[in-house]
């Protein structure tokens, strides 16, 4: 009975957020659809098809925001770790007001946030440039991954790389065999985080980028607010939401398995102290 609850409420939770995505998939395939017919009176693909040509921008857009995504998240995670790493494991003077300093991005509010930065990076000349929109994403990205390897350096226990060092391995053999696999999770999940944020950043993007840098929402908005076809628009909406869906699947799938092979290789992890099994097989 217990059972059956449960599946019931997961089977309705997964209706209540599905719903709102089921009329953009069948807009996408729609050729026609009047009021006040229920259903499409044609399908077609041809919404799909000008998607696919290069002269509407769509793929160039896509990869624009592909690879914004994929630069914010590698250099996030990695100031990210290291802010983390100091704050947590070597405590400075005034941790408190530096991790406030840090996550202040998300305390303020974002449109205050994107015109003060949007002066600097005027001023700075990196307006209008791709990389001035890498830039900026790691504004808003930054305290997320902050926020998840904080939390990621509280179970770590700086000892197991003193254990590895006084046994002769190198720094980057720690790095490789001890900080990596031991902050994986973290790691990874603070990644996804920043290539979502960015992946979905509006408002900077349309200030600093000035309408040059075209990513996959920009187009969305453009094309929702002016061009009145509703199938084209639905398609950009399918892609726009389709890579974060598959992305955070694949990440929830690799934590499990990642979760699930560490508890059958060291099942003494609750235990204090360094593992042996924590530091298998390092290289000098």
């Known amino acids: ?9 997961v089977a309705l939770l997964a209706v209540w957020v599905a719903a709102p995505l089921l009329p953009l998939l069948v807009w ?30 769509v793929i160039a857009a896509t990869g624009t925001s592909l690879a914004l995504a994929l630069a914010t998240a590698l250099v996030a ?8 790493r100091g704050l947590v494991l070597y405590r400075p003077p005034a941790a408190g007001l530096v991790r406030l300093v840090l996550l202040a991005p998300v305390l303020v509010p974002p449109f205050a946030l994107a015109v003060g930065v949007q002066e600097v990076f005027v001023r700075a000349g990196l307006a209008d440039q791709p990389a001035g929109v890498a830039l ?55 990644a996804t985080l920043a290539f979502l944020v960015s992946w979905s950043e509006y408002l900077m ?15 969305l908005f453009a094309t929702a607010a002016g061009s009145g076809n509703q199938a084209f628009t639905a398609v950009l909406g399918v892609l726009t939401f389709v890579p974060p869906v598959v992305l955070f699947g694949t990440t929830a799938a690799i934590m499990r398995r990642h979760r699930a092979v560490w508890a059958e290789a060291d099942p003494s992890a609750t235990a204090p102290g360094p593992s042996p099994s924590t530091t298998p097989g390092i290289d000098r």
């Open 1 to 9: 009975m217990r059972r059956a609850l449960r599946l019931t409420g």
């Open 205 to 219: 993007t349309v200030l600093v980028g000035g309408g040059v840098v075209t990513t996959l929402p920009l187009l």
């Open 77 to 84: 995670t990695v100031l990210g770790a290291l802010a983390a």
């Open 136 to 190: 900026v994403h790691l504004v808003p990205a930054l305290p997320y991954t902050v926020l998840v390897l904080i939390g990621g350096y509280a179970g770590y226990d700086l000892r197991m790389e003193q254990t590895a060092r006084t046994l002769g391995a190198s720094r980057y053999a720690v790095l490789r065999h001890v900080t990596l696999p031991a902050l994986a999770p973290a790691l990874l999940a603070a």
């Open 28 to 57: 996408a395939f729609t050729g026609r659809w009047v009021y006040p017919a229920l259903v499409p009176q044609d399908l077609s693909v041809r919404a799909w098809a000008r998607a696919a040509d290069p002269h509407q921008q």
